[in-house]
């Protein structure tokens, strides 16, 4: 077979195992979908509400809601939405032991990761659901959105 054959095939091959790759997986990549507002789709689908950032800063200066940072807690210690707890999805079951007793079921809580590219957040609003909180809020614009808006940072 001539080289430029057996590269046509190869890539046919590979176009096909993609193609077979994508179509088979529980989450599929999205074609044309940005990653933000699949961030946003799958949040909803696990039973987040979503907040903007006026709520969030309304509920920051009020008290009323629990915040969770689901970052790692170096980026936590770099700073954080004042007030927040670190709760890194990646160490779930290492630091939830010493934050969740101190949690009510149907407390509102608001989970946060660095942005709308992140989906930390998603994941930690699952845990917290499956564990049986049911007042879990998700701020999708994240601590990005929160420091670029000028709004306080706690270090």
Same mark, same amino acid.
């Given at each position: *077979?001539?080289?430029?054959?057996?590269?046509?095939?190869?890539?046919?091959?590979?176009?096909?195992?993609? #193609?077979?790759?994508?179509?088979?997986?529980? &989450?599929?990549?999205?074609?044309?979908?940005?990653?933000?507002?699949?961030?946003?789709?799958?949040?909803?689908?696990?039973? #987040?509400?979503?907040? !903007?950032?006026?709520?969030?800063?309304?509920?920051?200066?009020?008290?009323?809601?629990?915040?969770? %940072?689901?970052?790692?807690?170096?980026?936590?210690?770099?700073?954080?939405?004042?007030?927040?707890? &670190?709760? !890194?999805?990646?160490?779930? %079951?290492?630091?939830?032991?010493? /934050? #969740? !007793?101190?949690? #009510?079921? %149907?407390?509102?809580?608001?989970?946060?990761?660095?942005?709308?590219?992140?989906? %930390?957040? /998603?994941?930690?609003?699952?845990?917290? /659901?499956?564990?049986?909180?049911?007042? /879990?809020? *998700?701020?999708?614009?994240?601590?990005?959105?929160?420091?670029?808006?000028?709004?306080?940072?706690?270090?």
């Amino acid at each position: *077979m001539k080289p430029s054959r057996q590269i046509a095939c190869l890539l046919a091959l590979s176009f096909c195992g993609a #193609l077979a790759s994508q179509v088979l997986r529980p &989450n599929p990549l999205a074609w044309y979908e940005s990653w933000s507002t699949r961030v946003e789709r799958e949040a909803l689908a696990a039973g #987040l509400k979503l907040l !903007p950032l006026s709520e969030i800063q309304s509920m920051v200066s009020t008290f009323t809601h629990v915040f969770l %940072d689901a970052r790692p807690e170096e980026e936590y210690l770099a700073g954080r939405i004042p007030g927040a707890m &670190n709760l !890194p999805t990646h160490a779930f %079951d290492e630091v939830a032991p010493q /934050i #969740l !007793p101190i949690l #009510l079921p %149907d407390q509102p809580v608001v989970v946060y990761c660095s942005g709308v590219d992140c989906d %930390d957040s /998603i994941q930690l609003g699952t845990l917290l /659901i499956q564990q049986g909180y049911t007042n /879990i809020y *998700m701020y999708p614009g994240g601590f990005t959105e929160w420091e670029e808006s000028g709004q306080e940072v706690e270090r």
